[in-house]
């Protein structure tokens, strides 16, 4: 007998051709194969008598083929089977395009079911290229007579050749342990493993089908949930560095800001300054909307650890936004003397306060950092390289922190003797279910209001006819003062064979073509449009002095329209940009679109945010108002989810997850069932001790997830 560690190949009566095929979509070993789950099923168990069919129906029937022959269209050359069938009511004609293998399958006398849409020219009524299957004697089928799965396919292999291997599998699999509570499945009425893998694919009926599923869905959130609570447990047994502050502290270094925080403001760095206070480590989510102030809260949450002698690093997704919070805690800090440094893969430098900035060699700052003498360190992943060493790091901070693997943050942490507390932040704005999900283990703080005196930004979705006039706008603007940012889409022309490999190939490949978007849009405003004005582009490829240069003549006001990349997306604060215009708009997600509006509004002046594009669907228009309705980030987050899943937000770098996000979104009571139930099983059991098979199944589960 076959077990699920069996190579696919090995399976009985196997169709060795089709094998190569399954490899192509992953599936190695039975395990694959019967975790290859329908998207979605089809019932075709019902037989239509022949005499009840009707034109347009898709109909199963049964039959015994009464003709069959092979004809070559004169015109095109086309191989066309021909056949008629008859069953005790009537008889109709089917049709197969260049399949003429068909007719050695199904000679005259073959009992056959036949699924298919009835078609009718004139008078005569046929099937067009219906799915076939052969009736055994015992009038058993997989394909036909019953409802079916519809799979993930590739090319050389259909559904059809799925279920085929899977029949096969199941016939022979030796029984199926399981390893959930039996007590979990009766409370929730989900069948057990081996009856929920046999039923999954050929099911009585489509509900029992998604039922089935619904049993893995729920057992793939509950490890999740068992993971992120047992990572929680941890780390209360872990030992930290308390840094203890006192209220006075707090409110004497706010008095240095040029600004009042906001209540939630307040709270959050509250909530932090309290658990930094205790023996294990802080592991919180700061989340809150664009431009709600997320980066004072965590500067000053860093200055006040680094005035009691701990060492604290911020790290940043992209190295502009790692200057721009170096340049921020400068400005907003400029008598802290302790060392705030900047460290990324191409630029080095420490600033110890009242303008003594020094531009270090990347081997002396790490020296300064080693031996405790710089006391904030924001940069890149270049932070966690093998050669920087900290001397008693004690808070770890990390900006859009969903864009950071798991792995990365935990390289960090591990790396320390005593474990540093761990602060995230995200603009990203996640829906509760979602959170909890992804990020289960994280206590959460929200900054749920904007700054003060912040007025709403206008957005507008404009259309190709109203392009000129919303030129006019931005030239308005600009005569004015203000500053325009333009975005670009990632590829300019979809359809090209370049585009095609583009996709198909590397990142950098991948980001030519964003270079070469901008470029076009930049030819076309500085030379077209706004010949007179300052254009300057930006994007990912070019060297940090240049990237540093062209956004600090951008912050003077030196430069009136910058073209970018979405490398703007998060981090740029430019107070007297009053236009985000996004080019091709219905590319880009609601909540990256959300990102782009984030970069202006900032400062005193009305605000705008003109939404291009070229495509005339209803849809794509009220998807695109919709960022001008929705009340906040969070809302525009839910619809964005729904139509575009979460990959969209989540981006690739956690790459297996947005599988897991996307059944919390659909099913957000399984998600309460799941932690409920990871709930009850940790309380009575922490180690697992009692429940051997499920470790060694959570053990699996966090080796098949890609945690990168």
């Avoid at 085929?164 to 069948?191: G, H, S, T, W």
């Avoid at 307040?266 to 980066?295: A, C, F, Y």
């Avoid at 911020?314 to 790692?322: G, K």
Wanted: hydrophobic share 40%; glycine share 6%; aromatic share 6%.
């Amino acid at each position: 007998m076959t077990t699920l560690e069996t190579p696919i190949e090995e399976i009985p009566r196997a169709m060795g051709l089709l094998v190569p095929k399954l490899k192509h979509l992953g599936i190695e070993t039975v395990r694959d194969l019967l975790y290859h789950f329908p998207v979605r099923y089809q019932d075709f168990s019902t037989i239509t008598p022949i005499r009840d069919v009707e034109p347009g129906e898709n109909v199963v029937i049964q039959g015994v083929i009464q003709e069959i022959k092979t004809i070559r269209t004169p015109r095109r050359g086309m191989f066309l089977v021909q056949a008629a069938i008859e069953d005790e009511t009537g008889g109709i004609e089917i049709v197969w395009f260049n399949q003429i293998y068909i007719r050695r399958q199904l000679p005259i006398g073959t009992r056959v079911n036949l699924a298919g849409k009835v078609m009718i020219k004139g008078t005569r009524m046929y099937l067009t290229s219906p799915m076939y299957e052969v009736v055994s004697e015992d009038g058993e089928t997989t394909h036909t007579g019953r409802v079916v799965g519809i799979y993930p396919e590739t090319r050389g292999i259909t559904s059809k050749g799925i279920r085929y291997f899977l029949d096969r599998a199941l016939n022979d699999l030796a029984p199926v342990e399981e390893y959930l509570p039996q007590a979990m499945l009766e409370k929730n009425d989900f069948p057990e493993i081996d009856t929920a893998l046999r039923t999954v694919h050929f099911p009585a009926s489509i509900e029992e089908g998604e039922h089935a599923q619904k049993r893995f869905d729920f057992e793939d959130l509950f490890f999740l949930q068992l993971y992120n609570l047992q990572e929680k447990l941890k780390l209360q047994e872990t030992k930290a560095t308390k840094i203890t502050i006192e209220v006075d502290e707090i409110k004497k270094l706010l008095t240095t800001l040029p600004f009042e925080l906001t209540p939630s403001q307040k709270q959050s760095l509250w909530e932090i300054i309290q658990e930094i206070g205790k023996g294990h480590p802080m592991n919180r989510l700061l989340q809150g909307d664009v431009g709600s102030g997320k980066t004072i809260v965590v500067a000053l949450a860093a200055i006040l650890a680094a005035e009691h002698g701990h060492q604290v690093v911020m790290m940043a997704p992209t190295e502009i936004l790692a200057r721009q919070h170096y340049k921020n805690l400068t400005r907003f800090f400029p008598r802290f003397e302790q060392g705030i440094a900047l460290l990324t893969a191409n630029e080095t430098r420490v600033n110890y306060g009242n303008n003594l900035e020094n531009d270090v060699k990347k081997k002396a700052l790490t020296e300064e950092i080693s031996a405790g003498k710089a006391k904030i360190i924001i940069g890149t992943h270049a932070v966690i390289q093998k050669n920087v060493e900290f001397k008693n790091l004690a808070l770890v901070i990390i900006d859009e922190q969903h864009r950071f693997g798991v792995r990365q943050r935990a390289k960090l942490l591990q790396e320390q003797k005593i474990a540093p507390h761990l602060l995230s932040m995200s603009a990203t704005p996640i829906p509760r279910t979602l959170n909890l999900t992804l990020f289960g283990d994280l206590d959460l703080s929200l900054i749920t209001e904007l700054p003060k005196n912040r007025k709403p930004i206008v957005t507008n979705v404009v259309d190709p006819k109203d392009r000129q006039q919303a030129y006019a706008f931005i030239r308005d603007q600009i005569k004015q003062g203000r500053q325009t940012f333009v975005v670009c889409p990632r590829i300019e022309e979809e359809s090209s064979d370049e585009a095609e490999k583009a996709q198909q190939s590397s990142w950098n490949a991948f980001q030519k073509l964003e270079i070469k978007s901008i470029k076009k849009e930049y030819e076309k405003l500085s030379k077209t449009i706004f010949p007179d004005l300052t254009i300057e582009m930006l994007h990912g490829k070019m060297k940090p002095k240049e990237k540093e240069d062209i956004m600090e003549r951008f912050s003077e006001g030196s430069i009136n329209i910058l073209v970018s990349t979405s490398v703007i997306e998060v981090g740029i604060d430019i107070p007297n940009a009053s236009v985000m215009m996004v080019e091709g708009a219905e590319r880009f997600g609601l909540a990256q679109l959300y990102q782009f509006r984030g970069r202006v509004g900032r400062g005193e002046h009305e605000s705008y945010c003109l939404l291009f594009t070229d495509a005339h669907s209803k849809t794509t228009h009220n998807r695109l108002k919709s960022i001008a309705e929705a009340k906040n980030g969070l809302e525009l987050a839910e619809r964005d989810l729904k139509l575009r899943g979460p990959g969209e937000f989540l981006g690739d770098i956690q790459t297996g997850m947005p599988d897991l996000a996307m059944k919390a979104l659909k099913y957000p009571h399984l998600v309460k069932s799941a932690r409920d139930a990871a709930q009850e099983i940790l309380t009575q059991d922490r180690t697992l001790k009692n429940h051997p098979k499920l470790k060694a199944h959570l053990t699996q589960f966090q080796s098949q997830v890609h945690w990168e």
